[in-house]
RNA sequence: AAACAGGUUUGUUUCAUCGCUCUUUAUUUUAAGGGAGGAAAGUCCGGGCAACACAGGGCAAUUUGCCAUCUGAAAGGGUGGGUAUAUUUUCAGGAAUGAAAAUAUAACAGAUAGUGUCACAGAAAACAAGGUAGCCGUUUAUCUUGCAUAAGCGGUCAUAGUGAAAAUGUGAGGUAAGAGCUCACAUGUGCAAAUGGUAACAUUGGUACAGGACAAACCUCAAGUGUUGUAAGGCCAUGUAAACCCUGAUCUUGUGGCGGCCCGUCACAAAACUUCGGUUUAUCAGGGAGGGUAGGCUGCAUAGAUAAAUGAUGAAAACCGUUGACCUUGGUUAACGGGACAGAACCCGGCUUAUAGAACCUGUUUUUAU
RNA sequence: GGCACCGUAGUUCAAUGGAUAGAAUAAGCGUUUCCUAAACGUUUGAUGUAGGUUCGAUUCCUACCGGAGCCA
């Protein structure tokens, strides 16, 4: 099992961002809001993916940059789990934090694992529904 | 000794697992090494660096502003001194007040270069002015015949009153009453001088004057400042417009007819042709306006990227707090909890602001002892 | 990252250094009406924070806090 989590993996492409917000769908399980979107791009990972605390919700860079480290710790940790139900699917996602509150790594964890699960189900029954 | 306030310094360490970023080495993921701060923050200043501009001088705009000295490239900072204001203490005095000392604060050049502002109140707010208070003189009237009352005219600003601020203070002379009106002493300011001091400035006598505050109002004086910022700037890729307008230079150039084209020839000319709708009007350089692109490399570092690394989880040690136990009155031990402010994006130097805990210094208050 | 700018009632705006900080609108109460609206009257409500200059600060200066903006 692979735990690194390279550049290929994250989503930097200024363009590919702006078409996520545009025409990407959202899921909101309360601390996080997800944003996806399959894509036909090529690249050697399976999903690509980047993380967002909003400037708004909270005002000093330390606080943003700690919240953003926990989020790719969990991600980086179970993100396999994902890549095992997408099988050959591949899909851009956005993590945005929309809570006030400095939040720790339990509550992070939980939250995003959640919705993780939930990506991989929806994925699943749309890849159905399109052999249909 | 405790508490509080201010200042300076410091700003936890180690191990395990899984990772991130850069460099070198390898070449398919192997090895080695580097990886946040005192403020990285605010962007308030100064400089490097870059592009553009640039004969010289002035104007405008803007910054700084007691003196000496040290540090610094500069901005700025340190130390000492001077002056002013405030507070406290002591001394003198009946008091007003004065003198001395200590502490704190000061954007601390100029208000006698000029302009401007000073609400309300008040007679008057800076060229002084002069009232239905008051004081004084005088005219008329009254009857109580007076050091009277009322009205009018005039003098005056000491007294009262207004105000943040009322044209220096005390005493004497002077006067109808008064007034720097005059004199004495004092106070303050300017001028030139002497003495002390490197200087700011202080003291002394002379002379002229009596002048309100505000420059964090304009301004004056002195000293300085070219403008814009690494999203600067350089290179490559992608893409488009080979079209349009202006200027200059060059050339026989442009348009039309004929010969299939290159090209040649004929006609006309800044216009030519036309189906009367329109169509066409050379090359090069510079500028304008417009269109397109929405990526990368460099700038760029003995930390260093470009949706932006420096971490997450667990354990231990030291430190602090609470509770319990033991010996005993500050130690040991167990459990639980805590660790601030804050995250580099071109680089340096300063300033400002934030900061748990620890150490040191200063001040205030309280308690105890002498 | 760099550069420039703005903060006044719940909202939109005024106010030359002179004060009880104004106007419209909103909100509350009342009058009118059978009731509501409209109209009329009335009340409440603000200078972002902290210092300084000044007799006096929304205004001038300094430091913070907050909010919008520009760059190729």
């Given at each position: 099992m692979n735990f690194t989590f390279t550049k290929a993996e994250r989503l930097c492409s200024k363009t590919a961002i702006?078409?996520?917000?545009?025409?990407?769908k959202s899921k909101t399980?309360?601390?996080f809001k997800l944003?996806?979107?399959p894509t036909e791009v090529e690249s050697p990972s399976p999903v690509r993916v980047m993380f967002v605390v909003p400037k708004k919700k909270h005002k000093r860079a330390n606080k943003r940059n700690s919240i953003k480290r926990r989020m790719?710790?969990?991600?980086r940790l179970?993100?396999?789990?994902?890549?095992?139900a997408l099988k050959a699917q591949k899909l851009d996602l956005m993590f945005i934090c929309?809570?006030?509150?400095?939040?720790?790594?339990?509550?992070?964890?939980?939250s995003?694992?959640?919705?993780m699960e939930?990506?991989?189900?929806?994925e699943f029954i749309q890849k159905n529904n399109d052999l249909q």
């Open positions: 702006d078409d996520l917000f545009a025409n990407g399980q309360f601390p944003l996806y979107k790719r710790e969990v991600y179970n993100k396999h789990k994902l890549y095992e929309l809570s006030n509150e400095e939040l720790e790594y339990a509550v992070i964890e939980k995003m694992l959640q919705l939930a990506m991989g189900k929806q």
